[in-house]
């Protein structure tokens, strides 16, 4: 089959292209998106030109925008907050940073603070990234420093940063954290149990939580074990997909979003990657549910 007349469906729109099916689902019920039409339908499951599909993200990919004169010539250690980031790129609001951190994981520079009136850039940061971010075409990733190792174990009183932290509660950077608290999406996340100020750096405190604070989360969002909990047997996708006898992980994640597979709904555990490779976020099954449906499977007449 060519290039051009290959077909996808949304699951592997979803981990081709960065979006959600819940976007896409969206795209579609609206005539004026321009999202493609579906070529081929099987049962539940639409499929769209592949070459439509990658015209469509590369025409909404951002381009590049020149910005005024001043700004460059500004104090560019000034920090901004998300608001005024947003008027300095052309933004209307919020909602499209917001979008970023959501969609594009490590598209958007992380905040140099994020201090107890949420994040705050440097307008140096900005500018860097305005300047020299990818244009129209396939999306690409800006460079993130990598997220520290924490140990859950440590001095439980030891105050950890907003990487730390991002690290422990499985996010895959430190943006992405921050992005997440400041739209209030981590609601077992108490306020902060102090801030501290870099010597000799303008701006405002950073944001601290007790270890202690941060791994208590943690258990109760999933993302480690309960204490004293033994280790489970997780599989992720591809390995369900080889249980259960589908072709690769994709065919696995179709049909599970179609509703084919209702005793695997509610994955046992969510991981997040770190780096830009791969699906933003892992799902994980008990082997046992797996092997479970597997055999009801095998024994229906």
């Known amino acids: 089959m060519s290039q051009a007349a290959r077909l996808v469906d949304t699951a592997q729109i979803v981990a081709e292209f960065g979006t959600s099916k819940s976007r896409v689902s969206e795209w579609s019920s609206d ?5 493609p039409p579906v070529a081929r339908t099987e049962g539940r499951k639409q499929y769209r030109r592949h070459d439509q599909v990658a015209a469509f993200f590369a025409e909404r990919a951002p381009k590049q925008r020149t910005l005024p004169a001043a700004v460059p010539e500004a104090d560019q250690d000034e920090l901004l907050n998300k608001r005024e980031v947003s008027k300095l790129l052309g933004y209307t609001s919020t909602a499209t940073i917001d979008a970023y951190f959501r969609d594009r994981p490590d598209y958007f520079p992380p905040p140099d603070h994020d201090g107890v009136d949420g994040p705050h850039w440097r307008r140096g ?3 860097t990234w305005a300047t020299s971010r990818p244009g129209k075409g396939r999306r690409g990733s800006a460079a993130s420093a990598p997220l520290p190792e924490v140990s859950a174990d440590g001095d439980p009183d030891e105050l950890l940063g907003t990487a730390e932290v991002a690290a422990l509660l499985g996010y895959g950077s430190a943006a992405s954290f921050s992005s997440a608290l400041s739209q209030g999406r981590i609601p077992e996340l108490p306020k902060p149990d102090g801030t501290t100020k870099k010597e000799g750096v303008r701006g ?8 202690a604070t941060v791994v208590a989360v943690a258990r109760q969002r999933g993302v480690l074990p309960t204490a004293g909990e033994e280790p489970e047997d997780l599989v992720g996708a591809e390995e369900a997909a080889r249980i259960l ?9 179709s049909a599970l979003g179609h509703g084919y597979l209702p005793g695997l709904d509610e994955p046992d555990r969510l991981e997040y990657r770190r780096g830009s490779a791969g699906r933003p976020r892992q799902q994980r099954w008990r082997r046992s549910r797996v092997q479970e449906l597997a055999s009801r499977r095998s024994s229906a007449p």
């Open 245 to 253: 006898g589908y072709k690769d992980a994709d065919s696995f994640l």
């Open 31 to 35: 005539p004026s998106s321009g999202f």
């Open 204 to 211: 405002r405190p950073s944001n601290k939580w007790r270890r």
């Open 125 to 127: 940061t900005i500018v």
